[in-house]
């Protein structure tokens, strides 16, 4: 098992920058891959990135792609979301996520295929 904590989050306005951090606990952290999430008051929980366990492979949604990116540090058991050109839309509790048996594509993407959740953080963007 593996237990996830998120840090980074915050207040700031549009166009700024923030990084999320992702700090897993145990050894074999580079077993999993991990996604971060997100959700917004009334809105379903939605993915935002991923990256498989090696660190090369990643996936974004296309409402972020070319804003944010993800990144892991394994030596640290650390996943981070890098995010930048941050627009009012992207407000939300932001989660992480994590899993060993992600394959697929599509299993990265979907968030009933990981096990592992963070609390979430809160990143709110003012116009």
């Known amino acids: 098992q593996v237990q996830l904590v998120e840090s980074g989050g915050g207040l700031l306005q549009a166009g700024g920058s923030l990084r999320l951090s992702c700090a897993a606990s145990?050894?074999?952290?580079?077993?999993?891959?991990t996604g971060w999430f997100r959700q917004a008051p009334g809105k379903e929980r939605e993915f935002v990135a991923a990256?498989?366990?090696?660190?090369?492979?990643?996936y974004y949604a296309d409402s972020v792609k070319g804003r944010f990116t993800i990144s892991r540090d394994n030596a640290k058991n650390t996943v981070y979301l890098q995010m930048n050109s941050l627009k009012p839309e992207d407000t939300a509790v932001y989660y992480c996520?994590?899993?060993?048996?992600?394959?697929?594509?599509?299993?990265?993407?979907?968030?009933?295929?990981?096990?592992?959740w963070g609390q979430g953080t809160q990143v709110t963007v003012s116009s």
């Open positions: 996520a994590a899993q060993s048996s992600l394959t697929t594509d599509r299993a990265y993407t979907n968030r009933d295929s990981y096990d592992y």
């Open positions: 990256i498989r366990r090696s660190g090369v492979g990643t």
């Open positions: 145990g050894r074999t952290f580079s077993m999993y891959g």
